[in-house]
């Protein structure tokens, strides 16, 4: 789901029950979220993401989540990429969406493969 009806959605149930919508926020894995995720699933989700897959869902990421994600990658790679963004044109904003779903989708299946961990979603979900 695009954010924008994630946005429409989570408002709507507010209205009716606020404390569903709160757990909802809770239980919910965002791109954003893979900030919080360990080194070994983000290097099994980006071997599984397409260069232009990436390159657009970076478009709107914060410089956390972007040197999150370079950390896991090689120095050529990284390079690649960040000369990629800089030239890149205006890019629209469900086509943004559409590639961070996408690697998010990659992320829920290895994760249910048993080859990668999201974190984030609860605290019964962390390592310690």
């Known amino acids: 789901m695009d954010s924008s009806a994630e946005t429409k959605v989570l408002q709507a149930l507010e209205e009716q029950q606020q404390g569903l919508a709160d757990e909802l926020r809770r239980w919910m894995f965002t791109f954003e979220d893979l900030v919080r995720v360990d080194d070994r699933s983000i290097m099994a989700i980006l071997k599984e993401v397409e260069a232009d897959t ?65 974190t984030g979603k609860g605290k019964e979900d962390a390592f310690v």
Do not use: C, H, Y
């Open 54 to 118: 990436l390159k657009v869902a970076l478009k709107t990421a914060s410089d956390e989540l972007k040197e999150r994600i370079f950390k896991n990658m090689s120095e050529r790679a990284v390079t690649m990429i960040k000369e990629d963004l800089e030239v890149m044109g205006p890019v629209r904003l469900k086509d943004v969406e559409a590639a961070q779903v996408a690697i998010i989708k990659i992320g829920k299946k290895l994760e249910g493969e048993g080859k990668a961990v999201l």
